[in-house]
Structures are given as structure tokens and as C-alpha cells.
């Protein structure tokens, strides 16, 4: 498969997207972690200050029951000091896993314990003295002395301890808040980007759009130009046939009854002049038609409707249909029901009736029978055109009132394809509806419905009444 330049600038704009939105969640995921890290490593160095703290306050305690136990000679204070020197051991060793990745702090930490067992072995020495009765000033002075010492360093190595806690502390919160500001900032950037790169897809995308839309566009517009194109070359192949026919017709009939030298019986000047008579009404029929439809195409077509005598209208119609077609089908009019009068447009009602009647007659076999039947509902009214005819296949029935358009089956009947088309405009106007059931060899039947106002009915049987 073949790409466009706009569909691989498309799929690369959504891969990129793709790769930037990954790597995001990528650094978004390492910058989590380091973020857990943090806060594991910012819990452990407070528990490891707590330590501290508490390593301190055990010794307190342990020096405040030594020397309440010198001074006073208090069993409980001694129970104190030995209590409070044997928890020391187990803080000690927590504080030592605590340390256990701090190499300096582990240097400090053995200091430390250097220190607090000298302390203990001083703690000891001014136990016994006590004990044995030599609790002078002088023997436990330099004791005393050298506990101060040891005191003060105690404190002094706890204080470097403390502080070596607090620097990792702020380095590590110092940390944790520079990884949450990169973390914003790339994931804004990174969501900028992705913004910015979808959005010079959907440009592309909306692009692609219009052009496809510009190009559906010329497609229908060709495809219109090339159906009217066909449309009027059909137009005019049907118009130089239809005229053809009936002008042959009328040259050759008049050139008949003028070039004649020979009496000509009444019967036969009769023939030639009902030859030309109805090649006329042919002619003038179909002209007729065109304007029609032009008209309505137009928006032109007048529509004028008035109270019309039903019935009377429609033997007229049969009337003037008969006399122009000869002899040759019979219709036979039915009026079902009270319809006696409607409120139509006598003009196109002429020509909705007049089209379907000669297009049955036309298509039934000779000296057949053709059925208008007149019957109303209770808001319209309805006309049907029954033939006997050759039919319509039902392959041609969709296309039936579309102009030009005429089955397959018509052989050599002359017609324009024009009649059914001008019916559906003139029904148009009407608000009406056509329907037709046919079968081949069988016949046809079209139905009219044109509605009515319950008003409009009312009236017309007043009227009817009077």
C-alpha cells in the first residue's frame, strides 16, 4: 500500500506522540520511585534521629540513678541505673542498622560506643567506691572528673551524630522537592508537546478533510453535469424523434391532398386530415408537456384552486380524449360515493388525468377498455386509472416518474417518456400522492389521492345541496 505524503506525515505525528507520551510515563514512573526512595530514606533518618535521641536520654537517666544512688544510697536509684543501662545496649544496636550505610556515621558510631562503655566502667567504679564505704570527696573526685569528660563527649560525638541526620534530612527533602518540580515540568512540557503535535494531526486530518470533501464535492458536481449533459441529449433525441414522426405525417398527408390531381372521396380527404389533425395534437401535446415541467423545474407553475364540478370534469375530459384518439378504446367512468365536488386546480387536474388516460389507451390493445373511477374519503379524494394493457416489469416501476425514462417492453409505441413526470409535478402542488400496481401481460392501475380539508368537503355538498 502506497502512502500520501499527508497520511505518513499523519501516522508519524501519532507515532512521535506516542514515544513522547511513553517517555513521559517512563520518567514519570523513575521519578515515582526516586520519590518513594526519598520518603523511605527521610523515615529512616528520623527514626535514626530518634535513636539518637533516645541513646541520650537513656544515659541521662542512667547518670541521674548513679548519682541519686551516691548521693542518696537509694537502692532504687541504683535499680534505675542498671535498668536503664541495659536497654541502652539493644538502642544501641537498632542505631547501628540504621547506620549500617553511612560509613561516617558508622566512624562516629564507634566512637560512640567506645565512649559509653568507658562510661559504664567509670559508672562502675563509682558504684563500687560507694559500695565500699569510700565515697569521699576525694576518691571520687577524679572519677567525677573524668565522668564529666566522658559526658561531654557522649554529647559531642550525639550532637555530630544528630547533625551528620539533619544534613541527610534536608538533602533528601531538598531532593524529593526538586524531583517533584522536574517531574511537573516535564510532564507539562511533555503534555505541550503531545497537545501541539495532535494538533498539527487533527490540522492535517481536517485538511485531508476538506480536500476529500472539495473533491466529493467536484465528483457530484461532474457526475451532475455529465446527467444533465445526458439529460438533454436524450432531451433533444427525444424531441427531433417525437417531432420527426408527427411533421413526416403531416408534409406527406398535405402533400397528398395538394399534389392530388384525382377526385379524392370525402373519405379518404377525411383520413388524410384526421392524420394531420392528430400529429398536431401530438406535437402540441408534448410542447405542452415541456412547458409543464419547465415551469414547475422553475418554481413558475401556477397553482389556482376553485370548487370544480367532479364528475361533469370528468366526462368532459373523456370526451375531448375520445374525440382526439378516435374510437378505437372505450372509457368507462364509475363515481363511487357522494364526491361530487372538490376544491382542485382544473388545469393540472386536466393534465394529471389526460396523461394517465392517453398512457393507458396508448399501451392496451385495440378496441380495449380503459376504467376512470372517481371515490372519496373523508379528507381526499381519489381518482384511478385502470388499463388492461401490456403491463409495467417491476425492475422499470421506481423509475417511472422520473422524465425520459420508459420500460423495456413499449416496443414500437411512440411516447416521450414525459407524461408520468409532468403527473408527479401537478400532483406536487396538490399535496397529493400516485401509486400504481401493475403486471406484465395483465394491466395497470394507477391511484390519485389528492386531500382534502374537511371544510372544503362540507362546502362542496352545501353547494351540491343547493
Not at 130 to 143: E, I, R
Not at 278 to 301: V, W, Y
Not at 366 to 384: K, M, W, Y
Request: with cysteine.
Amino acid at each position: 500500500m502506497k502512502w500520501s505524503l499527508e497520511g505518513k506525515w499523519i501516522a508519524s505525528g501519532f507515532g512521535l506522540s506516542l514515544l513522547l507520551m511513553g517517555v513521559v510515563s517512563f520518567i514519570s514512573y523513575q521519578n515515582a520511585t526516586q520519590l518513594i526512595y526519598s520518603g523511605n530514606k527521610v523515615k529512616h533518618t528520623h527514626e535514626a534521629m530518634k535513636s539518637l535521641i533516645d541513646i541520650f536520654a537513656t544515659l541521662t537517666d542512667a547518670e541521674s540513678g548513679r548519682r541519686g544512688y551516691i548521693l542518696y544510697g537509694e537502692r532504687s536509684e541504683l535499680k534505675r541505673y542498671n535498668q536503664a543501662m541495659q536497654s541502652l545496649d539493644a538502642k544501641v544496636k537498632k542505631l547501628q542498622q540504621q547506620l549500617a550505610d553511612d560509613p561516617a556515621q558508622q566512624q562516629q558510631l564507634k566512637r560512640l560506643k567506645f565512649l559509653i562503655s568507658q562510661r559504664v566502667e567509670l559508672s562502675k567504679q563509682s558504684i563500687e567506691l560507694q559500695q565500699q564505704g569510700k565515697s569521699t570527696f576525694a576518691l571520687q573526685a577524679s572519677v567525677v572528673t573524668r565522668s564529666n569528660q566522658n559526658r561531654s563527649q557522649i554529647r559531642e560525638t550525639l550532637t555530630q551524630m544528630q547533625t551528620r541526620e539533619e544534613q541527610l534530612l534536608q538533602i533528601s527533602v531538598r531532593h524529593s522537592q526538586s524531583n517533584i518540580h522536574n517531574r511537573m515540568l516535564i510532564e507539562f512540557l511533555g503534555t505541550l508537546l503531545s497537545f501541539s503535535i495532535l494538533l498539527g494531526v487533527y490540522a492535517l486530518l481536517y485538511q485531508q478533510l476538506v480536500k476529500r470533501q472539495q473533491a466529493e464535492a467536484t465528483q457530484r458536481t461532474l457526475a451532475q453535469e455529465k446527467e444533465l449533459s445526458e439529460l438533454k441529449l436524450r432531451f433533444f433525441s427525444m424531441v427531433s424523434h417525437e417531432f420527426r414522426t408527427p411533421l413526416s405525417i403531416i408534409l406527406g398527408s398535405a402533400q397528398l391532398l395538394a399534389q392530388s390531381e384525382q377526385q379524392w372521396t370525402k373519405e379518404k380527404k377525411l383520413k388524410n386530415l384526421h392524420r394531420i389533425q392528430s400529429s398536431a395534437r401530438s406535437m402540441n401535446q408534448l410542447l405542452t408537456d415541456i412547458l409543464t415541467l419547465t415551469r414547475a423545474e422553475a418554481g413558475k407553475l401556477e397553482f389556482n384552486p376553485e370548487l370544480i364540478d367532479l364528475e361533469a370534469f370528468c366526462i368532459n375530459l373523456i370526451e375531448d380524449l375520445q374525440f382526439c384518439n378516435q374510437p378505437q378504446h372505450t372509457i368507462k367512468f364509475i363515481s363511487q360515493g357522494s364526491c361530487t365536488h372538490a376544491k382542485l386546480d382544473e388545469n393540472l387536474l386536466y393534465s394529471i388525468l389526460s396523461n394517465l388516460l392517453s398512457n393507458a389507451m396508448k399501451y392496451s390493445p385495440q378496441e380495449g377498455t380503459v376504467f376512470l373511477v372517481l371515490s372519496c374519503e373523508r379528507d381526499a379524494i381519489i381518482f384511478q386509472v385502470q388499463d388492461f394493457g401490456i403491463g409495467i416489469p417491476s425492475e422499470f416501476q421506481q423509475h417511472l416518474f422520473e422524465p425520459f425514462h420508459r420500460a423495456n417492453n413499449v416496443s414500437k409505441i411512440v411516447g416521450s417518456g414525459l407524461g408520468l413526470a409532468v403527473v408527479k409535478k401537478c400532483l406536487e402542488l396538490h399535496q397529493g400522492e400516485i401509486s400504481v400496481e401493475s403486471e406484465v401481460g395483465v394491466g395497470t392501475t394507477f391511484t390519485v389521492r389528492i386531500p382534502q380539508t374537511v371544510t372544503a368537503m362540507v362546502k362542496s355538498k352545501m353547494n351540491c345541496s343547493e
